[in-house]
């Protein structure tokens, strides 16, 4: 396809392609990929405040007019209501993207105001949108659009992939280099909710049990407070543990391909039931051994064992965290999950699935 037969999407954001956020990367990797494959991504920037949404939908509506297709994401909300305003006023085919859930989201109270503005506007993307797509590993239950909006064609909901991790980003960057036995954790923490206290009691025991032979260093990367240091500290694993602040992608990707175990903590909350975190897919990119302290029924859970990423230890199990990490070191669990297990977690992966959505759309104005 030429230049000049290339289409365009315009996607209607809260982050603009240059910005440092782990969201905006993303897209930026989306409009790479896309160019490649014969689409222009342009971004239709919004403000989502109560002037900013007004004012990002009349600043593009001319580019709306021009797209061959709108594509709003989720969240925030205004986001998709700029995208169905967009689309109601110009004509020109939407599809609306949920990252996150907007209705089943674990940060809005049920019986709020918010959730019901919400239910509101989701009931109307599923009713006027051309296409709802939506991402495997988002806080949602498989049926869930099928049971809330049963008189929706089926066809007009596709589910795609996960998000995965970015491929180019790990084949491209050399691993870090350390001599003690070493667990990483990237990311934050959530106070009362994902916390690494089992962690730390459960390094204890394995320092207690290695005795002279515990070389070991956990690495956190992003969130650390006094609590967690007077935790690590009351377990005797201070000398043990090592915070960082949050770093560049490339400098995560290196610690993480270079680390013995990566850790992931997700608790036993129902609110992150049918939660896959972005830096899970960005742990099994590094592939190395993943320590996962969460509810063994969530749906992480069964990621991680289904396709031997690691070994999963309940939220109360601090001795299974010391047992984890040992078995791990002695070799005793293997590492060696499918290379095609692997590939369902990359972005080219999902990718692929989202530009069948967006042709499909695009294809379907051209006939008419």
Do not use: C
């Amino acid at each position: 396809m030429s230049a000049d037969d290339s289409r365009t999407v315009l996607l209607v954001s809260n982050r603009r392609l240059d910005e440092n956020s782990g969201r905006a990367a993303k897209f930026q990797t989306r409009a790479e990929r896309l160019a490649e494959r014969g689409w222009n991504l342009r971004v239709g920037y919004v403000e989502p405040t109560p002037v900013g949404t007004p004012l990002g939908i009349v600043r593009n509506l001319r580019a709306a007019r021009r797209a061959d297709v709108i594509n709003s994401v989720s969240n925030p909300p205004q986001l998709q209501i700029a995208g169905g305003i967009l689309a109601r006023l110009t004509g020109t085919p939407w599809i609306a993207e949920f990252r996150d859930p907007l209705v089943e989201n674990p940060d809005v109270e049920p019986d709020s105001v918010a959730a019901r503005i919400r239910r509101r506007l989701e009931g109307y993307i599923l009713t006027h949108a051309d296409r709802v797509v939506w991402y495997d590993g988002i806080q949602i239950p498989d049926d869930y659009f099928e049971q809330t909006y049963p008189d929706v064609p089926s066809d007009r909901v596709r589910k795609l992939p996960p998000i995965g991790f970015d491929e180019q980003s790990f084949e491209s960057v050399d691993p870090a280099s350390h001599e003690e036995f070493t667990v990483t954790y990237a990311g934050s923490f959530y106070e009362g909710w994902i916390e690494p206290y089992t962690f730390l009691r459960g390094l204890s025991d394995y320092v207690e049990s290695r005795g002279e032979h515990a070389d070991v260093r956990a690495h956190f990367f992003g969130d650390w407070n006094e609590s967690y240091a007077e935790a690590a500290a009351n377990h005797g694993v201070t000398d043990y543990v090592e915070p960082h602040d949050f770093v560049p992608h490339e400098e995560i990707v290196a610690e993480l391909k270079g680390s013995d175990a990566l850790l992931y903590v997700g608790g036993d909350d129902p609110r992150n039931e049918h939660n896959l975190p972005s830096k899970l897919y960005d742990y099994i990119g590094a592939r190395r051994p993943i320590v996962a302290i969460v509810d063994p029924s969530f749906r992480v859970a069964d990621v991680i064992t289904e396709n031997g990423f690691g070994i999963v230890v309940d939220p109360d199990d601090h001795a299974g965290v010391a047992d984890a990490l040992e078995r791990i070191r002695s070799g005793e669990f293997e590492y060696a999950p499918d290379e095609a297990d692997v590939e369902r977690f990359t972005r080219s992966h999902s990718l692929d699935a989202y530009l069948e959505a967006l042709n499909a759309v695009a294809d379907a104005t051209d006939e008419e």
